[in-house]
C-alpha cells in the first residue's frame, strides 16, 4: 500500500509540473504578454528607426519570445554603436538602452567625408566635413564604415584633446610619429610622440588662455612641464 500511495503521489505531482507548464507557456505566448511598445534611448529621434531595425523586435510579437542578448549584439553591429542592452519591462515594453560613439575626427576617401571615432572606428559617411571636429591628417590607410582607420593613434589623440580645445582644431595631422595641430585663426601646437596626449593637449589650453590675443606662431608642449611658445 505504501508503494502505491508513493507510486498515485509521483504521478499526481508530474501531473500538476505538466499542468503549471503549459499555463505558463499559455500566459507567455498569449496577448497578455505582447510587446506593446519598444522604446530607445540614447540616441536621437533620427537614429530610432535604424536601432529598431536592427534589433529586430516587433509590436504584436510574444515579449518572451526573443533573446535579448541576440537583439543587443544585432545594434551593437550597426558602425556607429559602441554598446547596447535590450531590456524586458514587463508586461509590455522592450526597452533598448543605445551608447553611440561620437565622431572625433573625419577624414576624405575618394571625395566623401568620413567621421571617425577616438578608436580609429569609421562610424558613417557625411555629405560635408561637420563643424568642430578637425580634419585628421597623415592617415595612411582609410578603411570603409565599419572598419579602422590606420594609425590609430591620431584618432586616438583628436579625442584626447578634449571637446573644447577639439572645437577650436581646424587639423591634427600625424607625420614621421609626431602629432600638430591648427588651431582656427591661432598658432600650430606641437605634440610631438601621441604619448601623453591628453596631459599634452591640457598644457595646450592652458598656454592658449594665457596667451589670449598674443600674436604667436606656434605652442610647443612636446614636453609638458616645459612648455615653449614662438
Given at each position: ?33 505582447d510587446v506593446e511598445s519598444v522604446e530607445v ?190
Amino acid at each position: 500500500m505504501t508503494v502505491t500511495r508513493k507510486r498515485r503521489a509521483a504521478r499526481w505531482s508530474v501531473l500538476g509540473v505538466v499542468v503549471v507548464a503549459g499555463v505558463a507557456a499559455g500566459v507567455a505566448f498569449s496577448p497578455i504578454l505582447d510587446v506593446e511598445s519598444v522604446e530607445v534611448v540614447g540616441v536621437p529621434p533620427e537614429r530610432v528607426p535604424a536601432v529598431e531595425r536592427a534589433a529586430g523586435i516587433d509590436v504584436g510579437e510574444p515579449i518572451l519570445g526573443f533573446l535579448p542578448g541576440r537583439a543587443a549584439a544585432r545594434v551593437r553591429s550597426l558602425p556607429w554603436v559602441a554598446d547596447a542592452a535590450v531590456v524586458r519591462d514587463l508586461p509590455g515594453t522592450v526597452r533598448i538602452e543605445v551608447v553611440a560613439r561620437v565622431a572625433v575626427g573625419w577624414v576624405e576617401a575618394g571625395g566623401r567625408v568620413l567621421l571617425v571615432d577616438d578608436e580609429g572606428r569609421v562610424i558613417e559617411k557625411a555629405s560635408a566635413a561637420p563643424r568642430g571636429v578637425p580634419r585628421l591628417s597623415g592617415v595612411a590607410d582609410v578603411a570603409p564604415v565599419g572598419g579602422e582607420i590606420r594609425p590609430r593613434a591620431v584618432a586616438a589623440a583628436a579625442g584626447a584633446l578634449g571637446a573644447e580645445l577639439r572645437l577650436r582644431i581646424g587639423d591634427l595631422a600625424y607625420s614621421d610619429g609626431a602629432l600638430t595641430a591648427q588651431v582656427a585663426f591661432g598658432p600650430q601646437l606641437r605634440f610631438g610622440s601621441p604619448e601623453r596626449i591628453a596631459l599634452k593637449a591640457r598644457v595646450a589650453a592652458a598656454v592658449l588662455a594665457a596667451l589670449g590675443t598674443r600674436p604667436v606662431t606656434y605652442v610647443d608642449v612636446s614636453v609638458p612641464a616645459a612648455p615653449v611658445s614662438g
